[in-house]
């Protein structure tokens, strides 16, 4: 949807260097005879159930032993997890509790409800609870809207049409979870997602249609039913700013409270949590809100770059709502396997990391070696294609490296414009094909050079159909939540998801506020039995959590595990 | 904008990229030439507090203005996106201020008077295209704003689609127009009321209201793990449409046809 001339990055040289685009022949080589085979409907084949597994037991990051440790303290304790996510839980809060015995009893905010982060999950819950009429307080890290929702790029899944159904969308996401979902989470989720494109729809969400009307769907990952709702390939960032847009409309009832996370939940003296400290990251300075419920909403968690990987998230994904929660007694599930998701970017070095949405290869776009050979199905459930890259680099002698070192592999995406139609490239993938322009890189005519990154946190905090957690007054839904996508996540799943828990937690938090005694006192017991634990377990740290943002302070490269 | 870190500004120095100078608000940093504005910030011991979001292109956080070494025209550019170059002169832009309108987008009709209305500066318009010349997203910003204009509501939201809101085309504009909520607003008009709606999903939608799935999903929901991977491995698989649009399949116990 770009009308002029794309801009170019200001300095450095521009486009692929000579031995890059040497290689780049072999795939050119190839790419005719790839096509017929496309075009007659010969794919290379999906691996069976077994194969799979074998693959993953060999490959996945998560899979393998090391970069993890057993948890000494809560819920989750003697739990295998991996390093960066213990480190998380067993720190001590920020604040010291003792310092807050007496602006507890003159909290600065009081509401109905306040929602910690200002993503997708938060702002669906605020625009339902108000609609149930309550008051509401959200809080977010950084900006309205900065999340992992706005990254989103290639579509949202819900079974509507004729040859679909959610009976469908039950099975793929079961079994792309490897069976270990919540069987209760995956009905609410499959059952209710047409419910949520419609609603969108009526907010005013420009989904890619035909002239009928008809959604214009797309497959995934390990999706047997053309599925996907997109808006070209910034679907989550469509949707985000019509939220916000939709809140700031309702500004008597929806306070938003920009650059002020939470760094630690309250509760009463029934143990119901009642609110949050905030702290104030412009002006330093803390701020106490109570609230007769409060809904976590704050994300996921790669910029803790688990097992040393570059991830796709955005600055503020600290993890910080999963520390909070569990110092409140909710366990976590689903934690083992992060998301690596296969096509992260390689090259340019700039962008690092960063996500190539699957919608390339659900247009048809394959994964090349560097001898100029297909070597996986394109739509492989994530972790499966992820490990069968980290597979082609490490054993098979089929990886790219690049002037600086780094691994990866070809994402053929000259194939779309080839299967499609000349201009697809530019059309439906209308960010990418900037992003890459930027660097002298047509991605519509080149390949581009991919390799896993960090993705997703699959698991969290324990919740039932409705988003409760197991402590009374908490509620959850997003990213931070687990037992959905069971230990690994289908594409278009997490768009879903945080719409379908948003709502029902919306909903379910106005009952729960009806039935509540309010409380009287507010109280940080929970933190202080957590560090007498941490004591008494002999974790001996430092370590403060929520870290909240990143630090990157005087680093020349980005992270990255697999470097030769 | 940024908070400075703690520390002496001391990166390691890696033996194949050459260090250039750039100047983050007037003050000189020698940074590696291969890095974006957002990461030689980071580098030379900025920890990002404002003026950094996703960090890839799309959240329009990072709205960086700067001049070049002997160049006269100021520049745009999203700091996570734009690489350094040697002198230049550069700040980032933490906040645009402008003012959204409120309304209920239930009870607006899709034309040029709900916009006109709502934000009466789009007439002030002089068409001189100082905000195309800035969008760090190249989106020509004029042309949309002409397009609503002449009353076309959905020339103006696909014009507008790849905005990330960053603001900087109001902030541009010598006649002080409010560009990005105008377009956000026709695309929200556009997306509710001038694209048709999806008849299928509305009907999908009343079949599941109307319970017509729940005995199909208590089935399998009650299904033992061993017949539910023997069900996952033997799913029928539907083909991309470039391969068969007409394809029917062969089971529909699962399905609700008309």
Redesign the interface.
Known sequence: MLTKESKMAEGQAIGYPPGLKELIQAVEHTRPERLARVKANQHFPRLTRKEGEKVLKSYHPDYKPGGRRKLRVGANKSEILANEVADLLESYSRIDPDAFDDRLKKPDYETDVLILGGGGAGAVAALFARQNGLRVVIATKLRHGDSNTVMAEGGIQAADRPFDSPYHHYLDTMGGGHFTNNPYLVKALTMDAPLIIRWLEDLGVMFDKDKAGNMIELKGGGICRRRMHSSADMIGAEIMRVQRDEIRNHPKEIQVLEFSPAVELLIDETKAVSGAILYNLETREYSVVKARAVIMATGGFGRLHIQGFPTTNHYGATGDGLVLAYRAGVPLVNMRYAQYHPTGTVFPEQNFGLLITEKVRTLGAQFINMHGQEFAHPLEPRDVASSCIIRECMERNGRIVTPTGHYGVWLDTPMIDLLWGKGTVEKELSAKYLQFKRYGIDISTEPIIVYPTLHYQNGGLEINEWGATRVPGLFAAGEVTGGIHGDNRLMGNSLLDIHVFGRRVGIKVSEFIKARKKGKRLSLSHLRSYHADLRKTGVKTKRVAPILLPDYVHRSAPACPHKF | MATK?K?K??????S??RL?PIYIMGKKYEV?????IL?AM??A??????G????????G?CATV?R?SGEYRL?F?LAC??????D?YLAQIPFVPAN?A????EKLTPDINSIGRIYPDLYRCLACNTC?KAC?????VM?YVQALLKGDIAGC???S?????CGICALRCPAELQQFHMA??A???????L????????K??KQ?KEGK?DS??DA??SLN?HE??R???R??????????PD???EETK?????
């Open positions: 870190a520390g500004a001391s990166g390691k120095k890696s194949e990229t250039i590696p030439e291969t890095l974006t990461t980071e580098y011991g900025y920890r990002h507090i404002r950094c979001g996703c960090r890839g292109g799309i959240c956080a700067y070049l520049k550019g996106q734009t690489v350094v170059a040697p230049m959204k409120i309304y209920d987008i195309s760090p997203m190249g989106i020509s042309d939201a696909r014009l689609h790849s905005c990330t809101m956000m607003l695309r929200r008009l556009y997306g509710r009321y694209q048709p709606r999806a008849r299928h999903l509305e999908r939608v599941i799935f199909m999903m399998i929901m793990n539910l991977k069900r996952y491995a799913r029928e698989w539907e083909p991309e449409s470039y391969e068969n394809w029917q399949p699962y399905l609700i046809l008309d």
